[in-house]
Nanobody, 123 residues
Framework: QVQLVESGGGSVQAGGSLRLSCAASGRTFSTYATGWFRQAPGKEREFVAAVSGSAGSTYYADSVKGRFTISRDNAKNTVYLQMNSLKPEDTAVYYC????????????????WGQGTQVTVSS
């Protein structure tokens, strides 16, 4: 069993930065790939970024590539999402998720989900 708690969301102007954190419980967290997804009002949840359990591989949606960086510290059971050059279209609730196997950008492959943290980017 893994429990995930996101933090670090907030309001920022376009061009600004935020760092999201996902704190996990459970001794096996390092065996799970961890992803960040987001959902804007009226839209489907979409993949943002993912990192393998060992942190050896990272994956990004094209819309955030070059602006967002995902990382993890397994000693702290925490995954981070550094978001730079934020745009109004990045506004959404951001969710952390953990899972094993399958494509990193496929929502059903993730078993555990956090409650989400709101990110609002104003122009």
């Amino acid at each position: 069993q893994v429990q995930l708690v996101e933090s670090g969301g907030g309001s920022v102007q376009a061009g600004g930065s935020l760092r999201l954190s996902c704190a996990a419980s459970g001794r096996t967290f390092s065996t799970y790939a961890t992803g960040w997804f987001r959902q804007a009002p009226g839209k489907e949840r979409e993949f943002v970024a993912a990192v393998s359990g060992s942190a050896g591989s990272t994956y990004y949606a094209d819309s955030v590539k070059g602006r967002f960086t995902i990382s993890r510290d397994n000693a702290k059971n925490t995954v981070y999402l550094q978001m730079n050059s934020l745009k109004p279209e990045d506004t959404a609730v951001y969710y952390c998720a953990a899972g094993r196997g399958g494509s990193y950008n496929y929502t059903p492959n993730y078993t555990y989900w956090g409650q989400g943290t709101q990110v609002t980017v104003s122009s």
